[in-house]
């Protein structure tokens, strides 16, 4: 399985971004895809995942009414639309995909892109 994330950027506090994630390969063998976030100095953390039949979605409680996560199953590609960008959002954002739930584990990445919210 092969992960193409694009759409980073830099942004104004309170804009949007949309992110782009489109998976390619043995996708018969993914369940769930989901973004990761890293910042600068931390650890990598789940940001949301959305199951491959898109009846159930997993979002931490910082990103919660910001963020959405969507996919278009045509072109097998998951989108993160974040509205209300904060700087603390600021991070290189990797998607992933897995063959189990939205809590992972997750085999699959994509190369990073970077996200920064800043004025």
């Known amino acids: 399985v092969l992960l193409q994330a694009s759409g980073g950027g830099l942004v104004q506090p309170g804009g949007s971004l949309r992110l782009s994630c489109a998976a390619s390969?043995?996708?018969?063998?993914?369940?769930?895809m989901g973004w990761f976030r890293q910042a600068p100095g931390k650890e990598r953390e789940f940001v949301v995942a959305i199951t491959w039949s898109g009846d159930s979605t997993l979002y931490v409680d910082s990103v919660k009414g910001r963020f959405t996560i969507s996919k278009d199953n045509v072109k097998n590609t998951v989108y993160l639309q974040m509205n209300s960008l904060k700087p603390e959002d600021t991070a290189v954002y990797y998607c992933?995909?897995?063959?189990?739930?939205?809590?992972?584990?997750?085999?699959?990445w994509g190369q990073g892109t970077q996200v920064t919210v800043s004025s």
């Open positions: 390969g043995s996708i018969f063998s993914i369940n769930v």
């Open positions: 992933a995909a897995g063959a189990f739930g939205p809590r992972g584990p997750y085999a699959y």
